[in-house]
């Protein structure tokens, strides 16, 4: 059924490249698609990782240590990026001026300054698809969540969380590496390395928020060098940020936090929305369940748990009575972004990618978390620019 094939470059081999690999070689688990990512070229400065890929893709043709060698190959259609923050303006810049599609990994640059030369890139290239990457929202009970936003289940919004938490840093002897440096992850620290994932469905909402509160912490406060040494971490290992939004009809309170030190947490990402007529919440804690509470007036007030099937944005051969899992959230983020090119404007499904607007306006909320923390006060998210 395929009839459109995406002839993509790699830049940036790690762990996150090798995912979108073995999303690419599992193509065959969706059904009725008729387009299909094909890596071609890859790119990394270490010649061990793109040797991976060269060992481990049959479909890479072409390995390269320079990323504007990749960026000259004519072969290559679209790129994926997945580079230290510092690196995002200049090589997604180069990317896009170049006419090649782009999904890249959040922030989008390693401060708003940066962010500016990725945003105005894209304005000069509006033939170009850049999307940012933000699976979570393709498990099926965030799907579920999304569908009942959409039926404005929720009546009037009493409150919203959302957060990313995760435990691998607890450990305070493990390594220090570029997340925990303010020149190569920037300020933001853990907000720009997991804030996007938290603030895409609330932004795909149409919940900006109007204010912020931050509480940033660091937990630890210095990790051994690889060298006998120790050195100091210089980026926030936790964020809690309480924020109003304003909507044209109302406003509440929400709170995101993006956490890398909570015990127990390997990897949850969650959401929680509180209404006057309806109520949800899902977690990946509990990948399977989605809690929901309808609320009618004199009527017991009941928690319902319910198994999701295994049903996301795409359909796939594997059964509604199956678990679905983070590999399986890549394979449904990387059909939107191959949906989007070969059907621009006419996605066989309506849920996208993060947007660069998306992405942009997490750069928004985390400076003026920055803002806050730094003076103790609630300052003001300027959306109006």
Known sequence: MVSR???FGVIGCGLMGKEFASAAARWCHLSDVDFEPRIVAVCDANPDATEWFRERVPTVERTYSNYKELLADPAVEAVYCAVPHHLHAQIYVDIINTGKHLLGEKPFGIDQEANGLIQQAIRENPSVIVRCSSEFPFFPGAQQIIQWVRENR??????VEAGFWHSSDLDPVKPINWKRRAATNGEYGCMGDLGMHVLHLPLRFGWKPANVRALLSKVVNQRPDGKGGMAPCETWDNAILACEVETEVQSFPMVLSTKRIAPGHANTWFI??????????????????VASLPYRQGQPQAWHIADVPYKSAYDTLTGGIFEFGFSDSIL???????????HAGQMRQPFGCATPEEAAGSHLVFTAALESQRTGDTVEVNWRD
């Open 332 to 342: 449904q983020m990387w059909a939107a972004f191959c949906d989007e090119i070969s």
């Open 154 to 159: 929720f009546g009037k919004i009493i409150e």
């Open 5 to 7: 094939v995406i002839r």
């Open 272 to 289: 929680k929305i509180q209404g006057t007529e309806f109520s949800a919440e899902y977690s990946t804690k509990n990948p399977k369940q």
